[in-house]
Each structure stands twice: as structure tokens, then as C-alpha cells.
T-cell receptor, first 113, second 116 residues
């Protein structure tokens, strides 16, 4: 079985400050990990993924995520948040032996000007 | 959006109606998915088609009936729905060669369904 937890329903930051969205996962084998973003009235947009190799993964719009196997975490980060980053963020996990994605409940990010 | 399109974007239907949701992917993928998104809940995977065969049906009520006539099109036929079925229905596609492939899924904009 695989699952994802996003412990924060909401994250609020000021524009220009660092942004972190937390994610922890559980899989029986090795994971593939993904971050998606959803803007109002839109579908999910792929941001980045971890497959193997470097623990720090860089993605779209200046986002990056750090894979930590010992803590089973895959936190999303952005050094300097923009108001336009305000959206709903989803973490997802796949066991490499499965094709199904399991999503977290999502974290609403609000960046204030 | 040209990757994965969904129609209609909004749908209001009564409990006795029959309607269909349509999804089309223009990415050359060979797998398609239906998800249900309800507020404050994780996305629920409903159905998966790989190479036009249904490979997943997550205990979805029979009032939801999927159809995948080819690798580019996916339908969700709806009949005698309940108010709790009101949600955003998302279609996604991906490339699948084997279970070990790390391909991400690409999503359509969704259909906002309201059952009255």
C-alpha cells in the first residue's frame, strides 16, 4: 500500500520569503515522487518529480524539492515566493512496481503582497 | 489547453438524467485515467485504461460507466447520480510501457459536476 500525507492544509507566506510545502510518504518499495499545482478552475499541472539520483530536484517556475529517504519526505521549496504562486499544491507517490499515483489531500498556499 | 481537453467544463444534472463527460488527449499517450476531486480530500482514482483496456475500477458505483474507444478518447457515462457525486471530475493521461516507468500524468481542466 502507498500513501501520502501533507500535514498542512494551508501555508501563508509574504512575497519574497521562502516557501516550503511539506510532504511525507509511505510505500512498500522504492518511490517515484511528484508535485503538482492546481490553480482555480484548472486541472493539475506537473511541477517536478523524483526518480533516482540527486536528492534535490529542480522543476518548473523556480520550484525544487528535496528527497529524504530516512525521513520519507519530499518537501517542495521555493527560495522567493511570488503572489502568483498562490494555488493548491499536491504531492503524489508511486511505487516503482505500480502505475497508480496516490495523492495527498493538498496544501493551499497563499502568498501575500 | 491542447494537451488534455475535457468537455463540458460545467454540468448541472438532475438525479434522473443521463449525461456523458468527454476527455481527449493529444499527447500520444497510451493510458488514461478518471479521477474524482472533492473539497479537502485526496484525489480519488476511479478508472484506469491502459492500451484501451480497463485495468482499474476502484469500487466505483455502477452509476458511473467508463468507455475508452481508442487511446485518445475517454468517456464517463453518468446516470441516476446522487447529490454526493457533485465534484470536479478530472481526466489524465500518461505513457505506460511497464510498471517501472517514471512517467508523470498530465491532467485536463476538469468538469465541474453538480447533481441537483
Amino acid at each position: 500500500a502507498q500513501s501520502v500525507a501533507q500535514p498542512e492544509d494551508q501555508v501563508n507566506v509574504a512575497e519574497g520569503n521562502p516557501l516550503t510545502v511539506k510532504c511525507t510518504y509511505s510505500v512498500s518499495g522504492n518511490p517515484y515522487l511528484f508535485w503538482y499545482v492546481q490553480y482555480p478552475n484548472r486541472g493539475l499541472q506537473f511541477l517536478l518529480k523524483y526518480i533516482t539520483g540527486d536528492n534535490l530536484v529542480k522543476g518548473s517556475y523556480g520550484f525544487e524539492a528535496e528527497f529524504n529517504k530516512s525521513q520519507t519526505s519530499f518537501h517542495l521549496k521555493k527560495p522567493s515566493a511570488l503572489v502568483s504562486d498562490s494555488a493548491l499544491y499536491f504531492c503524489a507517490v508511486r511505487d516503482i512496481d505500480d502505475y497508480k499515483l496516490s495523492f495527498g489531500a493538498g496544501t493551499t498556499v497563499t502568498v501575500r503582497a | 489547453e491542447t494537451g488534455v481537453t475535457q468537455t463540458p467544463r460545467h454540468l448541472v444534472m438532475g438525479m434522473t438524467n443521463k449525461k456523458s463527460l468527454k476527455c481527449e488527449q493529444h499527447l500520444g499517450h497510451n493510458a488514461m485515467y478518471w479521477y474524482k476531486q472533492s473539497a479537502k480530500k485526496p484525489l480519488e482514482l476511479m478508472f484506469v485504461y491502459s492500451l484501451e483496456e480497463r485495468v482499474e475500477n476502484n469500487s466505483v458505483p455502477s452509476r458511473f460507466s467508463p468507455e475508452c474507444p481508442n487511446s485518445s478518447h475517454l468517456f464517463l457515462h453518468l446516470h441516476t447520480l446522487q447529490p454526493e457525486d457533485s465534484a470536479l471530475y478530472l481526466c489524465a493521461s500518461s505513457q505506460v510501457k511497464g510498471t517501472g516507468d517514471p512517467y508523470e500524468q498530465y491532467f485536463g481542466p476538469g468538469t465541474r459536476l453538480t447533481v441537483t
